[in-house]
């Protein structure tokens, strides 16, 4: 497949025994391709297999003209504007879009519809991304049961909080509305080890969603076992503390160097502007230092939870 013709609707995976869907989308953010590759590599391995898989797989592609294109966005981030107000103007009939995103947010909000009113059965949401430092994959999730449920199945760490720091994303907006949806940052942009731990966590929602009993046992040898091994000695629950804010015309320069969830000290030098040094504010880990030309988040910290909540 040329990216010329990418799809929407990457595919869809019915099983022979009824059940729940698991809508997965990947290239919210239109140059992190690793997640539309796992989605795709999952149904070809489904089409291959004869897996008792209960209910419907379908994979989409977030936005589509920007991974067209290679981009994190074409005129605005997509991953910012699913706020009640905006999607609610959008989506009123003869509405012209304004610009890319604005006719992908049209595009996708009607598709999502279409899947929603098409089945009978429970829909789950689940968004692959990836980032441009080094570092740990990690799961992004609202402090609900139903999503901490989710990310319990996927060996990584579970941040919290995102919805305070960072609005208007998909999740926060498919949440509001009831449904269950995390996001799993699988690694570096360009980093096969992101496709294989997005894929992994495709296969482990499918067990904690009621899609099939368990992952196939070599994907629990392979990529499973070499995740865990690779995350057991962080924390599994942290918190967003703080966000570091850029514009395009700031001349935000992350220092060299940091790998995502890194330990930082009090007052540690961690990026530059036309203003002078950036310092962390307190203690903490950073978290999805910025060290790509797009983007209006220079960086976050998170702190250490004691322990999972009960879930
Ligand atoms: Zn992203």
């Known amino acids: 497949m040329t990216t010329h013709d990418l799809p929407r609707i990457l595919g869809r995976y019915r099983g022979k025994i009824p059940g729940p869907t698991l809508v ?10 690793m997640g539309i590759l796992a989605i795709q590599r999952m149904l070809e391995s489904l089409q291959r297999s004869h897996l008792p898989f209960h209910g419907e797989f379908i994979g989409l592609v977030g936005n589509r003209q920007a991974a067209q294109q290679h981009q994190r966005f074409i005129h605005r981030d ?40 098409d089945t009978a059965h429970p829909i789950t949401f689940l968004d692959l991304h990836s ?22 199945f996927i060996p990584v760490p579970v941040i919290l909080g995102a919805e305070k720091y960072v609005p208007g994303t998909l999740m926060s907006y498919l949440n509001d509305l009831g449904y269950s949806m995390i996001v ?45 091994k690779l995350t057991h000695e962080f924390p599994p629950l942290m918190k967003i503390v703080y966000r570091h ?15 995502n969830l890194e330990v930082v000290h009090a007052h540690q030098l961690l990026a530059h502007d036309h203003s002078g040094e950036i310092r962390a504010q307190q203690a903490g880990r950073i978290f999805l230092p910025l060290y790509q030309k797009q983007g209006n988040d220079g960086f976050f910290l998170v702190t250490d939870l004691e322990k999972r909540h009960p879930i």
């Open 24 to 33: 997965c989308i990947g290239g919210i953010h239109g140059n992190e391709w």
């Open 78 to 117: 997509f991953n910012r504007m699913w706020h009640a107000e905006i999607v609610h103007e959008l989506t009123q009939p003869g509405v012209i879009p304004n610009d890319a995103e604005a006719q992908e947010l049209q595009e996708l909000w009607s598709c999502l519809q279409f899947l929603i009113e």
């Open 131 to 152: 980032y441009s430092a080094e570092g740990l994959p990690f799961a992004i999730v609202t402090d609900r049961p139903d999503n901490l449920h989710l990310a319990e």
């Open 184 to 228: 799993i940052e699988g690694g570096q942009h360009h980093d096969p080890a992101a496709r294989d731990t997005l894929e992994l966590a495709i296969w482990q929602t499918f067990v904690a969603n009621g899609n099939l009993e368990s992952a196939p046992t070599e994907v629990m040898e392979t990529l499973y076992e070499h995740l865990t």
């Open 245 to 259: 804010a850029v514009t395009e015309e700031a001349g935000f320069v992350m220092e060299p160097g940091f790998t």
